[in-house]
């Protein structure tokens, strides 16, 4: 039978492109390995201090280009600071927003979604009205409010942020619970007394982890995106540390002479967040076929 | 029907007031509003009595039933910053934000739907690469960098569009895209997914059963019924597109809401700040009402409960 | 009335599914004959290839996965094999049609009746607006719906499955074609609706003289509408006969098993009669006859060697060795 099917050319590249698509994952998976290394060891492989200033050495061009130096390989921006140095450093700054608020915010969406899925009732009501009204908010300007009135800091784009982001893992969660409530499994349970903070954490919550594991991937590119953006705004984690959205901030006004201090944090933004979005998109279809739309 | 509307509309007024008491007692927080209206040279008394006056001595709760009540009647206070009606201020920059979201619109619609039928029309071909690498991009990049770096190509380095302000259609062009690519993305794959799921229908094996010509059955079986999400996600990204104007505005210094929101901020002009949110909020849950109640009038079948 | 010459010829054919589990001989060798006038009845199990069988005769087999790969149909004597799309989507609705399964699901939601109607009409007849009309309401006036007009002018969902099944008839028969087919089309209806239905199609054949493929796992149906039985099994045909000599003379294990496992009326059963095991996985077919694994009188060449088509009697032909 194998036979018959490598003599068909188009039966052999559909095999191919599928052991490519099955391969795409593992682009995605190496450049998020290499951030988190860089996010968690990025003081040893910098070439210079993240926020060292060089002031005999501002806006050094990329080593390729002309005036460039092998000393600074991505160039420098306004203060001299190395930009690689700099995209490294961001790396831990993402890193850190990124996961901590992806816990948060699940964890915060798992109980909501537990508690009014599987109670029901008033509970359900009171806590669903919650979560469309942190739905329903321009998320981006009620983040700049928030982020303008507790003041920039690391902690307080964290707090920003999960208080804005729970309420998409309750909402598909809460569908989930409402289905997998009525399985068999379930009603075994119950008819077994099992109480029902144990029928929620035992039986429903395992049932719930695929689909928390692809929204909290998905999530992360969207968590890195509104930090950077925030930070872009000056409303985000404050200099000089390096984060990314702040880098391209800086070079915003440097457009029209140096390029490269806004193009390189912008392209590190963009590759890990593509990764993220390919390996939410792969985890998504592994572990829940149904789960389609956009 | 009547009662689904009903039950909706009254969700929707619990969210805004939920909402509308959030964004007061956040801008409250910002910092004391009276230190920044009175002249530097006030003695404390005199801010007393601004204070007085301007009805910030009274607990939170009455200044927030003041505060709502105005807005019922379309007064949403005075603007510290440009010392008039923020209503007036609001309305002076609207016209730019409705102008920007309504080309990214256009441009999202157009791309998007386009890309996302022809690529479930052949899958795998051509189309459906270049749709998913085009949707994986809009999803993948930040508003403010895709900005800064058409500015890049197309004003410094080729010199055809202004980096800035408005006034002629070229200047339209960028920000438009920029807001536009995002939403395309969304498009893009919904129109996908939708028009696979029809093309699977059984409805679809008739239309071919029946032997139309493979024209009518994409452009009128399939196309039609894949509208219908397509439609409403086009209602609900309209409504989204307010969360990136914000960026997209500061970036090319486009003269709208958004921007007019930072600057706000920037400058502790709390009144103002409020009113933006608030009629933001209020358009979002107007939308999102909206296209519920259109979506189970335009589809009978919908089940209400 | 059911004359001599063949509508419907199908020599030979072959439909493969090409998997990542390897290839799917859904339909492996069919043959069968189908004469003007004849109501023909396609019997098996679920999965055995019947329904690939109806929809490679109209070409609309699902791709990329599932091709045609070896036979012949000939349809009053053109092979529709060698036809290209756009002679086949010709063909295709005007000369022969197809009821499917699910009347739920096979009428457009957003199109009303008439318009669904009349566009068949329209790509295959040059008729006047007018005229079109006209003949949709005949259409349906010819499948008992009532007040036509009204009808006609409303959306599926504001039927129920036996009118919209009706309807889906009506679609068919909108261009006289020459051979229609009917893929389960009662098997979603209720048991009272599906009889109203199979009665109302059976006197419409009769009349227009229409030549019918069935499609059916029950063998009620066959009984009261077909005038011959192909008994499909792992996308073969192995036994074809008039209705009545099959139902009095079943020469095929298979074919027996089915029968006996039909509940009887004067009998009173405690247990019905199963047939053992499973039908056989369509990818990984054993080598001689695919039904030996179930067979009861399973014989050593049974496992080595597909048997040929035989003729037990005049007309009645199996694929058994117990009949070599």
């Known amino acids: 039978m194998e036979h018959i099917l490598t003599a068909l050319p188009w039966a052999r590249r559909l095999t191919q492109v599928r052991q490519i698509l099955r391969h795409v994952p593992v682009v995605s998976v190496l450049i998020l390995l290499v951030f988190i290394v860089f996010g968690i060891f990025g003081n040893y492989f910098m070439p210079h201090e993240a926020t060292k200033a060089h002031f005999g050495d501002v806006l050094t061009p990329p080593m390729w280009q002309e005036g460039g130096s092998a000393e ?41 979604a537990l508690l009014s899925g599987y109670l029901g009732g008033r509970i359900d009501a009171v806590l669903m009205r919650i979560t469309d009204m942190f739905l329903s908010m321009p998320f ?64 429903i919550f395992p049932n719930i982890v695929n689909t928390l594991v692809v929204l909290g991937t998905l999530q992360l590119g969207q968590v890195i995106i509104a930090e950077s953006s925030l930070s872009f705004l000056g409303l985000g984690v404050p200099p000089p540390a390096p984060a990314w959205g702040s880098m391209v901030g800086d070079g915003r006004d440097l457009i029209f002479s140096a390029w490269w201090v806004s193009f390189f944090p912008g392209m590190a933004i963009l590759f890990v967040v593509m990764s993220t979005n390919l390996l939410g998109d792969w985890l998504r279809i592994r572990l829940d076929p149904k789960f389609r739309q956009l | 029907m009547a009662n689904y509307i009903l039950k909706r509309l009254w969700q929707a007024l619990i969210c805004l007031i939920g909402i509308s008491v959030i964004i007061f007692f956040l801008s409250h927080l910002s910092g004391d509003p009276v230190l920044l209206m009175a002249s530097p040279e006030a003695t404390q008394e005199d801010i007393e009595e601004l204070r007085r006056t301007l009805g910030l001595d009274k607990p939170l709760y009455v200044q927030y039933w003041v505060f709502i009540s105005g807005v019922v009647q379309g007064d949403f206070g005075q603007s510290i910053k440009w010392s008039k009606p923020c209503i007036d201020v609001w309305l002076s920059r609207f016209p730019n934000t409705l102008l920007l979201g309504s080309a990214a619109m256009a441009f999202s619609l157009i791309v998007g739907i386009l890309t996302g039928v022809l690529s479930a029309v052949k899958v795998g071909g051509w189309f459906d690469k270049f749709g998913k690498i085009f949707a994986l991009m809009g999803q993948s990049l930040p508003v403010f960098w895709v900005g800064l770096m058409l500015i890049l190509i197309f004003s410094v380095n080729l010199g055809w569009l202004p980096t800035s302000g408005h006034g002629s259609w070229k200047h339209l062009i960028m920000p438009a895209f920029t807001l536009g690519w995002y939403f395309t993305a969304a498009t893009t794959r919904l129109s996908r997914s939708a028009m696979l799921d029809v093309l699977d229908s059984e409805y679809i094996k008739m239309a071919r059963v029946k032997g139309l010509p493979e024209y009518l059955v994409i452009m009128k079986h399939a196309f039609r019924n894949a509208l219908i999400p397509i439609i409403t996600l086009a209602a609900l990204n309209l409504i989204m597109l307010l969360n990136g104007t914000v960026i997209t505005e500061v970036v090319f210094n486009w003269e709208g809401i958004g921007r007019l929101v930072v600057d706000a901020i920037f400058a502790r002009d709390y009144p103002l700040v409020q009113c933006c949110v608030l009629i933001a909020s209020m358009l979002f849950i107007a939308t999102n009402l909206f296209v519920d109640i259109l979506y189970a009038y335009i589809d009978p079948r919908i089940h209400y409960h | 009335m059911i004359s001599n010459d063949n509508v419907l010829e199908v020599q030979d054919l072959k439909t493969h599914f090409y998997t990542s589990r390897g290839v799917v001989k859904a339909v492996d060798g069919v043959s069968f004959a189908l004469k003007r006038g004849e109501a023909l009845g396609l019997v098996g199990e679920s999965g055995c290839g019947k329904s690939i069988t109806c929809f490679s005769l109209i070409r609309l087999v699902p791709r990329p996965a599932g091709r045609i790969v070896g036979g012949k149909v000939l349809l009053e004597g053109e092979d529709l094999l060698t036809k290209n799309e756009k002679e086949m989507t010709k063909i295709r ?58 009808r006609m002018r409303e959306y599926p969902h504001q039927m129920s499955g036996g009118m919209r ?16 087919i009917a893929d389960e089309a009662t098997t979603a209806l209720d048991v009272t609706i599906q009889a109203q239905f199979l009665s109302l199609f059976k006197e419409i054949q009769e009349q227009a003289n229409l030549s019918m493929i ?26 074809n006969a008039e209705t009545r000599e099959l139902f009095n003379n079943p020469a095929h294990p298979y074919t027996i ?35 030996a694994p179930r067979c009861s009188h399973v014989m050593e060449i049974c496992q080595r060697e597909y048997p040929p088509q035989k003729e037990v009697a005049p007309g009645h032909f199996a694929r058994c060795w117990l009949k070599g």
């Open chain 3, 257 to 291: 098993a089915l029968l006996n496992s039909l509940p009887k009326m004067e009998m009173k059963v405690d247990t019905l009669y199963s047939i053992e095991g499973q039908p056989p996985e369509l990818h990984a077919l054993p080598p001689g006859c695919s039904f």
């Open chain 3, 214 to 239: 069935v499609v059916t796992h029950d063998f009620g149906i066959v009984a009261r509408a077909c005038d011959r039985v192909a008994v499909m099994y792992a996308g073969k045909i192995v036994e």
């Open chain 3, 93 to 150: 609705g005007k000369r022969i049609t197809m009821i499917l399964q699910d009347p739920m699901m096979s009428l457009n939601p957003v199109f009303t009746i008439g318009e669904q109607i009349t566009e068949t009409i329209r790509v295959h007849q040059k008729l006047g607006k007018m005229e079109i009309w006209e003949k949709v309401k005949e259409m349906l006036r010819l499948v008992r719906i009532p007040s036509p007009e009204v």
């Open chain 1, 140 to 203: 981006l300007m009620i983040a700049i409010v928030l982020a303008a009135v507790l003041g920039a800091s690391t902690k307080n784009i964290i707090i920003v942020l999960v208080t804005l982001g729970w309420a998409g893992y309750a909402r598909v969660l809460r569908g989930e619970v409402l289905r997998i409530k009525e399985r068999d499994f379930v009603l075994l349970a119950r008819v077994a007394r099992c109480s029902k903070t144990r029928i929620m954490l035992r039986h």
């Open chain 3, 165 to 180: 099944q009706r309807i889906s008839g009506a679609i068919a028969l909108s261009c006289q074609p020459s051979v229609l």
């Open chain 1, 72 to 112: 600074y390989i991505l160039g420098t921006d306004h203060l001299g600071r190395d930009i690689l140095s700099r995209i490294i450093g961001g790396a831990t700054i993402s890193l850190e927003v990124g996961f901590i608020v992806i816990f948060f915010a699940g964890a915060l969406g798992v109980v909501v």
